[in-house]
Each structure stands twice: as C-alpha cells, then as structure tokens.
T-cell receptor, first 113, second 112 residues
Framework: EAQVTQNPRYLITVTGKKLTVTCSQN?????MSWYRQDPGLGLRQIYY???????DKGDVPEGYKVSRKEKRNFPLILESPSPNQTSLYFC????????????FGPGTRLTVL | GESVGLHLPTLSVQEGDNSIINCAYS??????FIWYKQESGKGPQFIID?????DKRQGQRVTVLLNKTVKHLSLQIAATQPGDSAVYFC???????????FGQGTRLTINP
C-alpha cells in the first residue's frame, strides 16, 4: 500500500530532551516536507527536501533540523525541544515539488512539558 | 504576502443536501489548487485538484470550480453523508514555489 508513515504517533517529552520523529514513504517520491499544525494557524511548513541531500527551510524552521540521506526517509529532529514546539506534526511527500499533490502521513502529536 | 483564505470557518448542512465550501486566494500566479479533507485524528487526505487552465473539474460526488478572474475556488459536495464531516482545506501551489500554501480550513458538520 502506498503510504507515508510517521513514528511515533504520540510523544510526551520534557524540555531539552532531544527527539527524532521519523517519516518514511514508499512511493519513490522526490519531494518531502514537514508541517506543523496549530489551532488558528493552520498548516505551516517547517522544512522540505527536493531530493536526497537537498533540504531547505520552510516558514517556521527555528528549533528544528532535518536530514535526507535516503530517498524514502526524512526525519525531523528537535535538538532541544521547548514547550512552544508542542504541536501536531505532519510529514508529506510528492513526486515533484511544484504543482503536484502532496500525500500526508497520519501525524505525530508532540507535547513538550 | 501570499495567502489562501476560506470564507467561513464552519458550515453545517443537512444530510443529503449539497455543500459548498469556498476559498479565496491572493496570488494571481497560482496555477495549481488542491482540496484536502482532514478527519479528526488523521492527516489531510487529497480530494481533488485543478490546474489554472481549467475552470471546473469533477470527481466522485465532488466538483471543484475555479474562477481566476476573482481568484476564487470552491468545493461542491453532492448529497452529503455523515462521513463527509471533516475540516476541508484548500491549498495552492505554483511553478517556482516549493511548497503548498494552505487556507485555515472549514469545518463541515453534517446534521442527521
């Protein structure tokens, strides 16, 4: 089944404790992206990747890192999480970056205490 | 700056009626539009898309209309069912931009 998977689905952590949210797609998509979703602010892009080893900042990249060592995986790293990073996170992928449909993962709900 | 907005944050309709969800966009260079459906606890799910060289596209029970003159997009859902209850987002993408710009979403509630 073609899909985007994320792990974990739920995570509660404490301020400053490094964490990684994994994202994987099995559709051979070149483009992958991370979003956060907050009430009243909608979906905002954190980082995106056009292809392996090519990443760039989205609209809200502060406090986050990403890597794209393989085409299928695009982990989101929070080196020192803070409470303002409590949010619902979505990974998405598409064949192309431009004018193409992005397919979303199921989401990761993160709470930073 | 660029924005994609929705006219109403909530919409309630009777089961079996048709629903119309509206979206306005500000960037005249936008050339690709997508409607997503997000059910509670799930990620956005693709419903239908339309490119700027079209003004109408139909899917199963859904129709998207694009009016480039007034920069307006709408999603019509025919014969709404309880399973249509969700938040609906419009999103815009254009050649040269490496991201989707999302609207805030409209929560559609189906009344029995």
């Amino acid at each position: 089944e073609a899909q985007v998977t994320q792990n974990p689905r739920y995570l509660i952590t404490v301020t400053g404790k490094k964490l990684t949210v994994t994202c994987s797609q099995n559709m051979n998509h070149e483009y992958m992206s991370w979003y956060r979703q907050d009430p009243g602010l909608g979906l905002r892009q954190i980082y995106y990747s056009m292809n392996v080893e090519v990443t760039d900042k989205g609209d809200v990249p502060e406090g986050y890192k990403v890597s794209r060592k393989e085409k299928r995986n695009f982990p989101l790293i929070l080196e020192s999480p803070s409470p303002n990073q409590t949010s619902l996170y979505f990974c998405a992928s598409s064949f192309e970056a431009e004018a193409d449909t992005q397919y979303f993962g199921p989401g990761t709900r993160l709470t930073v205490l | 700056g660029e924005s994609v907005g929705l006219h109403l944050p909530t919409l309630s309709v009777q089961e079996g009626d048709n629903s119309i969800i509206n979206c306005a966009y500000s960037n005249s260079a936008s050339d690709y539009f997508i409607w997503y459906k997000q059910e509670s606890g799930k990620g956005p799910q693709f419903i239908i898309d339309i490119r700027s060289n079209m003004d109408k596209r139909q899917g199963q029970r859904v129709t998207v209309l694009l009016n480039k003159t007034v920069k307006h997009l709408s999603l019509q859902i025919a014969a709404t069912q309880p399973g249509d209850s969700a938040v609906y987002f419009c999103a815009e993408n254009r050649w040269g931009a490496q991201k989707l710009v999302f609207g805030q979403g409209t929560r559609l509630t189906i009344n029995p």
